[in-house]
Nanobody, 126 residues
Framework: VQLQASGGGLVQPGGSLRLSCAAS????????MGWFRQAPGKDREFVAA????????YYADSLKGRFTISRDNAKNTAYLQMSSLKPEDTAVYYC????????????????????WGQGTLVTVSS
């Protein structure tokens, strides 16, 4: 059982990028997935999450409208579409999975996820 994050890279301010998180050994029918990020010298922070049972989606308040979480069940892959990127979005982005279904607010908690991808670096710079 593992998660494989990909799609990071260098993008100019204002640009877009789509991150992928491929899951092997765990489906998307129950539980949920979260995206977190950690910038240099900063703590890891919540970015977005989805609860698979009802397709509920949750975002950090500061990122609403710019980031979108989605999934492709056929590919067992989740995505984080990022647009209007800013230099302060520069960070290593991690996807995480939990097999359990929680109330909506809980998906912001990193300690509730039991499976993590390796992280993918996003650099926003001109």
């Amino acid at each position: 059982v593992q998660l494989q994050a990909s799609g990071g890279g260098l993008v100019q301010p204002g640009g877009s990028l789509r991150l992928s998180c491929a899951a092997s050994g765990r489906g998307f029918s129950t539980g949920g997935m979260g995206w977190f990020r950690q910038a240099p010298g900063k703590d890891r922070e919540f970015v977005a999450a989805a609860r698979w049972a009802d397709n509920g989606k949750y975002y950090a308040d500061s990122l609403k409208g710019r980031f979108t979480i989605s999934r492709d069940n056929a590919k067992n892959t989740a995505y984080l579409q990022m647009s209007s990127l800013k230099p302060e979005d520069t960070a290593v982005y991690y996807c995480a999975s939990t097999p359990r279904t929680y109330n909506s607010g809980s998906y912001r908690r990193s300690d509730l996820y039991d499976l993590w991808g390796q992280g993918t670096l996003v650099t926003v710079s001109s």
